[in-house]
Nanobody, 114 residues
Framework: VQLQASGGGLVQAGGSLRLSCAAS????????MAWYRQAPGKQRELVAR???????NYADSVKGRFTISRDNAKNTVYLQMNSLEPEDTAVYYC?????????WGQGTLVTVSS
């Protein structure tokens, strides 16, 4: 299984970014997918999750601002991030959850300037 994340960058507060994570080597549609983030000096935290059945849940800090979605035809999960805040600055990782263990992408850096 390989996960390739992209879409990070530098954006001003209030701006938007869309992250993408392309999966290969797996039956993507059967897997639950998620985005995590890790800010400097902090633990990695769950940002949003989408199940194989398209159910979603979000961290309280991003509810109403971020949207997770998936395109099974493209084996890709997305994270649309709006109204970005400096506190959203972190490395964002996509995650594929399996009973036998999780897989992680390489991370993409999001920097939000004030």
């Amino acid at each position: 299984v390989q996960l390739q994340a992209s879409g990070g960058g530098l954006v001003q507060a209030g701006g938007s970014l869309r992250l993408s994570c392309a999966a290969s080597g797996t039956s993507f549609r059967l897997n639950h997918m998620a985005w995590y983030r890790q800010a400097p000096g902090k633990q990695r935290e769950l940002v949003a999750r989408i199940t194989s059945g398209f159910l979603t849940n979000y961290a309280d800090s991003v509810k109403g601002r971020f949207t997770i979605s998936r395109d099974n035809a493209k084996n890709t999960v997305y994270l649309q991030m709006n109204s970005l805040e400096p506190e959203d600055t972190a490395v964002y990782y996509c995650n594929l959850a399996r009973a036998a263990g999780d897989y992680w992408g390489q991370g993409t850096l999001v920097t939000v300037s004030s």
